[in-house]
């Protein structure tokens, strides 16, 4: 069945440093590609999203960048803060929200 | 703010018996879903509502799960029987429904078996 690979499932910086999660998906009529942010015990929530017609997004010091020829697409996190720490989700889906598939996770610790 | 509302926030079950979580939707809402979600992994779909009608259940196990969304509002997903290996985390969520939008989750539904 289709899929969403993430990693790394786990990753530890350095507050100050930049962090990058990557994600891979499998099925080719995806064209919405959302980040979620856990913190620990919440719900999941959006942080940004990207379309399939664009190649990247930025959004203060989050970045998203997708390449739809490989079907990988990535969350940069510059200048790392200490509540940056949660577990981060990428997803995948056509619009609609139809066939959303989250990947496995990655915890990001921020080290002050 | 409108939020996603679910109840219980917890509920402690024994295995074979039957359980039940309620969620409503944030107001015009068209799109409902039941995630499961296990600790330390992603939300995985149970079942996907639009209005009232199921457009994907293909993970959900329909021989011990069922989900309705009778008025095309609030939802409700039950388990019976309940097994050891429901534990988990169960999230509700919702979305417009049309176009590139995020799902917006409810507080989840801690299930423990035992």
């Known amino acids: 069945g289709e899929n969403v690979e993430q990693h790394p499932s786990t990753l530890s910086v350095q507050e100050g440093d930049s962090a990058v999660i990557k994600c891979t998906y499998s099925?080719?009529?995806?064209?919405?590609f959302p980040w979620y942010k856990q913190e620990l015990g919440k719900r999941p929530q959006l942080i940004i999203d990207i379309r399939s017609n664009v190649g990247e997004k930025k959004d203060q010091r989050i970045a998203v960048t997708l390449n739809k020829t490989a079907k990988h697409f990535s969350l940069h996190i510059t200048e790392t803060q200490p509540e940056d720490s949660a577990v981060y989700f990428c997803a995948s889906s056509t619009a609609g929200g139809f066939k959303t598939i989250f990947g496995a996770g990655t915890r990001l610790f921020v080290k002050a | 703010e409108a939020e996603v509302a679910q109840s219980p926030r917890y509920k402690i079950t024994e295995k074979s018996q039957a359980v039940a979580f309620w969620c409503d939707p944030i107001?015009?809402?068209?799109?409902l879903y039941w995630y499961r979600q296990i600790l330390g992994q992603g939300p995985e779909l149970l079942v996907q509502?639009?209005?009232?009608?199921?457009?994907?259940d293909s993970q959900l196990p329909k021989d011990r799960f069922s989900a309705e969304r009778l008025k095309g509002v609030d939802s409700t997903l039950k388990i019976q029987p309940a097994e050891l290996g429901d534990s988990a985390m169960y999230l509700c969520?919702?979305?417009?429904?049309?176009?590139?939008?995020?799902?917006?989750f409810g507080q989840g539904t801690r299930l423990t078996v035992v």
């Open positions: 107001s015009g809402h068209a799109t």
């Open positions: 509502f639009q209005d009232e009608s199921v457009v994907d």
């Open positions: 969520a919702s979305s417009p429904g049309q176009g590139y939008t995020e799902a917006f």
């Open positions: 099925d080719s009529a995806s064209n919405y």
